[in-house]
């Protein structure tokens, strides 16, 4: 160490005063994961696709996520739905930006999740705020039968502006999918209003295809003009440590959450 | 309500029935106009390793020149991590954590930083403001003239995983830099940190080299090991504000903070020179 009156106070580490940003540094640091809670299953519900249906679409749901409870741990997170839309549309027309976009489209899922969290209280699942995921959802779930929780990450402000347009990138599918690989869960389900993924929209196109299992990078370069998950997810894929599949699921068919949780083909496996 | 979703905006009625992830409607939003929230307001960034970690030599006259500019400059103030977050990383890596485990356990190195500049700063009525108070923010400032948050943002476990190796990329040192700056319009984003430029090897000493003055964030030359987060350079290309600037300031100099508040050129400033054009070669 130079004897600089003004030099820094390290604590020796393999990291002391090198530079994070340097690639060299950064490639050294790569070393396995563990996995912290490798029975998880985080299943997302989708807003628009599920939770705005009402009680048709979400009570059945429910059920069988109950009927699942014995066998299999699972979290629940839940999307903002129509809400989010109409809070953007009136935001980008009062020229908020993203980071207030994030902010305010979150309180929209954390509402549907707390619909949730209390209509599967008396099977004993617990509403867990972002805080208390990070804090307590060990012991919850050692505690409860399972916790619900709010998709959207907790970036609020500080979300990353898109490249292209101002809409929040990381909604409720990146939320849930981050949640499954900081845990290493055993599996990450996304419940939609489709069978899973098509070449082109089946509500639209008659002659869509449809895909079972696709790499994240191979979906990407397709380029599809529109997909039923975040784009976003498909780049977190690309970079999974543990978590390095997801799978879609049709949500409104009862027995296909069943299905997914027992890793049978159900509608569409991407994968890293 | 009526049925038809009249009183929408058009866009707003594309935002409701279309899909997110179509890049047309992506586009779209990008005719909306920018609102700057806070207008007035400086972004300074406080580094850990490079300043907070100094001690007194670095700090106290950091905070006279602080303290001097209260009355005439508005100021965020973000203190980043430091060595004590290389020491957790080393710890936690070996331990086999995930990112966004290493992301909690990196933030509370900030906080600690904040924390410690509140102390010294409290006399003078500033306050510390974690990211659950910032609905707070512009009282503080109005009344004050600062507030103190800490430097890296509230990810937690939702930390995206970097390409490359094990370190929190989004999270680490780029909290308050390009994405807070396009939220408040910041009159400019000051990097207080050790270097005096941009050096291609900021840490070592023989062969590093200043790069030119002003500097276009993501060119080619800014370097394998840049002063400023790593995701920086691409935030800022994705930011919408024009005229944002992000300075890299050397501290050492007594008075180069204010210079950098006054506007005078100091330091090294990084700029988008288009961000539009950014957006159209992102887009497919």
């Keep these: 160490m130079k004897s600089n009156r003004a030099d820094a106070q390290h604590v020796v580490s393999r990291l002391m005063r090198e530079s994070l940003v340097d690639k060299k540094v950064i490639a050294g640091t790569e070393a396995p994961v563990h996995a912290i809670l490798p029975k998880l299953n985080v299943v997302q519900i989708g807003g628009l696709s599920i939770m705005d249906r009402g009680r048709r679409a979400v009570l059945p749901l429910l059920d069988e996520i109950v009927a699942n409870q014995a066998e299999f741990t699972q979290v629940i997170g839940v999307g903002p739905g129509v809400r989010a839309r109409h809070i953007f549309s009136v935001g980008l027309d009062l020229g908020l930006p993203t980071g207030a976009l994030a902010t305010l489209a979150a309180k929209s899922s954390a509402q549907n999740a707390y619909m949730v969290a209390c209509l599967l209280a008396d099977s004993g699942f617990v509403y867990l705020e972002a805080p208390f995921i990070v804090q307590l959802l060990p012991a919850m779930l050692a505690a409860a039968r399972g916790a619900v929780f709010n998709g959207i990450p907790p970036y609020d402000l500080w979300e990353h502006p898109p490249a292209v347009g101002k809409v929040p990138p990381h909604g409720s599918d990146a939320g849930s999918y981050l949640v499954g690989e900081v845990f290493g869960a055993r599996s990450v389900i996304l419940l939609k209003d489709v069978d899973g993924l098509y070449t082109a929209d089946p509500k639209t196109n008659p002659d869509a295809e449809f895909i079972a299992e696709i790499g994240a990078a191979e979906l990407i370069a397709r380029q599809l003009p529109t997909l039923p998950i975040e784009p976003v997810l498909l780049e977190l894929l690309l970079r999974a440590r543990l978590a390095k599949s997801i799978r879609i699921v049709n949500g409104l068919v009862p027995g296909n959450l069943t299905r997914a949780l027992n890793r049978e083909p159900i509608g569409t496996l991407i994968h890293r | ?284």
Aim: glycine letters at 12%; aromatic letters at 4%; charged letters at 20%.
């Design chain 2, 1 to 284: 309500m009526r049925g038809d979703n009249s009183g929408l905006t058009e866009l707003g009625k594309r935002l409701i029935s279309g899909s997110l992830s179509d890049m047309t409607l992506q586009r779209a939003t990008e005719q909306t106009p920018d609102f700057a929230i806070l207008p007035w307001v400086n972004t300074v960034k406080i580094g850990g390793q490079s300043i907070m970690d100094r001690g007194r030599s670095a700090v106290m006259p950091l905070i006279d020149e602080i303290v001097a500019n209260l009355p005439h400059h508005k100021m965020i103030l973000g203190i980043g991590a430091g060595t004590r977050a290389r020491h957790i990383y080393s710890l936690a890596i070996d331990l086999g954590m995930p990112v966004g485990v290493l992301t909690v356990l990196g933030t509370a190195v900030a906080w600690q930083n904040a924390q410690m500049l509140q102390y010294l700063l409290a006399k003078h009525g500033i306050a510390f403001l974690e990211p659950e108070g910032f609905a707070s923010l512009p009282h503080y400032l109005m009344e004050r003239g600062a507030v103190i948050c800490q430097g890296m943002p509230p990810y937690k476990l939702w930390e995206e995983n970097p390409e490359i190796g094990r370190i929190p990329t989004a999270a680490h040192r780029h909290g308050l830099l390009p994405d807070r700056g396009g939220l408040w319009r910041a009159q400019d984003d000051l990097c207080e940190r050790r270097r005096r430029a941009l050096h291609r090897r900021p840490k070592k000493g023989p062969g590093c080299s200043p790069h030119s003055a002003h500097q276009r964030a993501g060119a080619p030359g800014a370097g394998p090991g840049r002063s400023r987060g790593r995701a920086g350079g691409s935030r800022l290309d994705a930011d919408r504000m024009a005229h944002l600037r992000n300075s890299v300031r050397q501290w050492l100099k007594p008075g180069q903070l204010s210079a950098a508040l006054a506007g005078d050129p100091v330091g090294t400033i990084i700029f988008n020179a288009e961000p539009k054009a950014a957006f159209a070669a992102a887009a497919p």
